[in-house]
């Protein structure tokens, strides 16, 4: 869907603003355009008329309104995760070039998938002594190796505190490491306490903040 699309959609809902999108409140969308874009819902089956949502439409407001009333975020990747319950979730997918889209997904395996996807999470280096340190996030790129192989990047947040954990888990010269944004604390961590730290922010009962 392109924004205008679901700001028509959110207006239905309570018109509030919804969580990683722009604020619906700074953009002006004219008459006309509004008219253009409930011509393209119906077409696209998710409005019957210019008033009245379809069965199709009616689920993706479904959606919409429980992303917005989660009890979390988590983002990473470009995606953010509405937690609505513990296995339960609403993925918002998307950029600004139009192709949002919220899908309802059950998030029990979540953080396997990010193994997956990831598999520097899942090399098994010696832990031994942890290291830690004070550090600039701007520091990191300098005197570490990270790229987009060997590196994640994820935040928390919620709808009343903004974002509360800010997150990047790296491999580099065969140590894995969890650095926090907002202490500025760089650390060494293992494979076993990335997976655990990952469920906790990926739980809705999980802390925030460590």
Request: aromatic share 10%.
């Amino acid at each position: 869907m392109k924004l205008i699309e679901i700001f028509i959609l959110n207006r239905a809902l309570d018109g509030e603003d919804i969580f990683s999108l722009p604020s619906f409140s700074t953009i002006y969308i004219s008459d006309m355009l509004i008219s253009d874009a409930k011509d393209e819902l119906v077409e696209k089956g998710i409005l019957s008329d210019h008033d009245s949502f379809t069965d199709e439409g009616a689920r993706l407001a479904k959606r919409m309104s429980d992303f917005k009333l989660a009890k979390k975020y988590v983002q990473f990747e470009g995606a953010t995760f509405g937690i609505i319950e513990n296995n339960i979730g609403v993925l918002l997918s998307g950029s600004g070039l139009g192709d949002y889209d919220f899908m309802a997904i059950d998030i029990s395996n979540s953080v396997s998938q990010m193994f997956e996807l990831f598999p520097f999470l899942k090399q098994d280096y010696e832990s031994g002594e942890v290291e830690e340190m004070e550090m600039e996030f701007e520091d990191l790129a300098i005197k570490y190796d990270i790229a987009e192989g060997n590196s994640l990047r994820i935040k928390t947040a919620d709808n009343s505190q903004g974002y509360i954990t800010d997150e990047v888990f790296f491999e580099s010269g065969a140590k894995l490491y969890l650095y926090d944004s907002n202490a500025k604390m760089l650390k060494t961590i293992d494979s076993t306490g990335i997976r655990l730290l990952l469920e906790e922010r990926m739980a809705a009962d999980g802390r925030g903040v460590n």
